[in-house]
């Protein structure tokens, strides 16, 4: 059974830190390239961050370039997303996917998502 379970998320003030977690399990992780998408109230789903299944490339939305950090250790087939000078308009739910292209299938695994807050 296919899982991605995200956690971490919560209330933190402007100018704090969060580190989100997402755990997978019921495939092979090390293979996956996975990312970090958010979704604010009324907005379109975006992505944030995405790193290769190795860990070598990485990528940024522009919005949290110099602030955000994903990482992943395939030996814990786990994902990061380290958050720091947190602003209000960070305010999310924020989900992890896992995805690879094995032609002709393409595979996306999603998950539930964690909810961050932040606000004074």
């Known amino acids: 059974q296919v899982q991605l379970v995200e956690s971490g998320g919560g209330l933190v003030q402007p100018g704090g830190s969060l580190r989100l977690s997402c755990a997978a399990s019921g495939f092979t992780f090390s293979v996956y390239a996975t990312s970090w998408y958010r979704q604010a109230p009324g907005k379109e789903r975006e992505l944030v961050a995405a790193i290769s299944s190795n860990g070598v490339i990485t990528n940024y939305a522009d919005s949290v370039k110099g602030r955000f950090t994903i990482s992943r250790d395939n030996a814990k087939n786990t994902v990061y997303l380290q958050m720091n000078s947190l602003k209000p308009e960070d305010t999310a739910v924020y989900f992890c996917?896992?995805?690879?292209?094995?032609?002709?299938?393409?595979?996306?695994?999603w998950g539930q998502g964690t909810q961050v807050t932040v606000s004074s």
């Open positions: 996917k896992a995805n690879r292209y094995a032609a002709p299938t393409r595979f996306d695994y």
